[in-house]
């Protein structure tokens, strides 16, 4: 079993995908991992995880740099930059699962994934909820989720009440 994580942060750092990353590896020790996410400016390494059964691929992010641009045009090239560079590694991974830890994340797993590959959404929060969205994009977002939410086999959330939200506002799914 291939098994892709995929994210908008740098995954060195995300304590929860690690966690994550190493409960897969105790329930399936034959599962083999890759996980892939933004590289972001930490020059420190501390706290930096190393785990050997998992290839962690972190993505450079050029249009960040790019400080001559307005903001939403640096965001805009950086989804875009990250949505190509993850699109191929998925595309030429071709895992059977597709862990996708956010919006954009599930947008390129619905998108690129393999015809037989099922997705997971980890959705760390409220994802139509979280904090610095505006009206409109909080709508945006909660109209995505709504129209790909048959491609998702699984969702994972951080609590009960979340979990009920998404049944009761996006729709069903088996949930942990």
Known sequence: MRIMHISHTNINFDARIM??????????????????????????????????????????????????????????????EMYVRMRTAVRNYQPDIIHAHDTTALFVAVTSRPENAKIIYDAHELESDRNGLKLIQRLMVKAFEKSVWEHVEHLIVVGEEIGNWYAGNIGNKPTT
């Open 19 to 80: 966690k994550e990353l190493a409960a897969i590896r105790e329930a399936f020790p034959k599962a083999v991992m890759m996980a892939i996410g933004a590289e972001l400016d930490i020059t420190k390494q501390e706290g930096m995880k190393v785990l050997p059964y998992v290839q962690i691929n972190t993505i450079p992010v050029k249009a960040r740099k790019l400080a001559m641009l307005p903001k939403i045009l640096r965001q805009i090239g950086t989804v875009l």
